[in-house]
């Protein structure tokens, strides 16, 4: 019988194996050990019972892969002889990958969107009002940059710059009303209601002037 080459695992299952044919441990057990279902270790168990060590060993060990091509090298000939001749030379040989040393990822790996500041130096993003603190190097209606991290964090940036900005209430607008302090009378609001329902009237829309002749042309 030749030398038998056995991996970590192959080893572990045969001690395994090994107390369950003496007795000392359940088949349920050795499954959980081995980390194999019950009905396959039932299987690797019956063939080591049948075939000793040789059954624990993969079958397809120190056979050929099914999954080489037979004409793989030709192949990768026959592919280097017609597209090399596409292959173009850098004009900078030198790496162009970057240490991330001087790069912050917080300000590449978040969202951008474009705002407008106001005249009170305040700008909107997401419902919430922010007020840019002073010294502020940002003139009224710029356009600024607004980056939302993935922390949910916000930052407002202009020309490259990071601003300085705090969350603020959102000022509530009133609207205002006009209110007369002339109370009209009876007659007033009469005369003021006739005048409307007239105008308003058929006749009154297809010749505005007959309330008014003197303005007639």
């Known amino acids: 019988m030749g030398l038998l080459t056995m991996s970590e695992q192959e080893r572990l299952r045969k001690s395994v194996f090994e107390m369950v044919k003496k007795g000392h441990l359940k088949l349920i057990q050795a499954s959980a050990q081995c980390a194999l279902s019950y009905r396959q270790?039932?299987?690797?168990?019956?063939?080591?019972?049948?075939?000793?060590?040789?059954?624990?060993?993969?079958?397809?060990?120190?056979?050929?892969?099914?999954?080489?091509?037979?004409?793989?090298?030709?192949?990768?000939?026959?592919?280097?002889?017609?597209?090399?001749k596409f292959e173009k030379i850098p004009k900078k040989p030198a790496s162009a990958h970057r240490r991330l040393d001087d790069l912050d990822l917080e300000q590449i790996l978040c969202w951008e969107y474009g705002?407008?500041?106001?005249?009170?130096?305040?700008?909107?993003?997401?419902?919430?009002?922010?007020q840019i603190e002073k010294p502020c190097v940002v003139k009224a209606k710029a356009k600024i940059i607004v980056r939302r991290h993935l922390d949910t964090s916000v930052s407002a940036w202009y020309n490259g710059e990071r601003l300085k900005i705090t969350a603020i209430e959102k000022a509530k607008k009133v609207a205002e009303k006009t209110v007369s302090t002339h109370k009209m009378t009876f007659s007033e609001r009469g005369k003021l209601g006739g005048a409307i329902g007239k105008s308003r009237s058929p006749w009154g829309r297809f010749n505005p002037y007959w309330l008014h002749p003197e303005t007639a042309i």
């Not at 705002?115 to 922010?130: A, G, I, K, L, P």
């Open 115 to 130: 705002r407008e500041v106001q005249n009170d130096w305040t700008f909107s993003f997401m419902n919430q009002c922010y």
């Open 41 to 84: 270790t039932q299987r690797v168990y019956a063939r080591y019972l049948e075939e000793g060590d040789a059954g624990l060993i993969h079958v397809g060990r120190g056979k050929k892969s099914n999954r080489k091509h037979p004409h793989r090298e030709e192949i990768i000939a026959k592919y280097k002889e017609r597209y090399e």
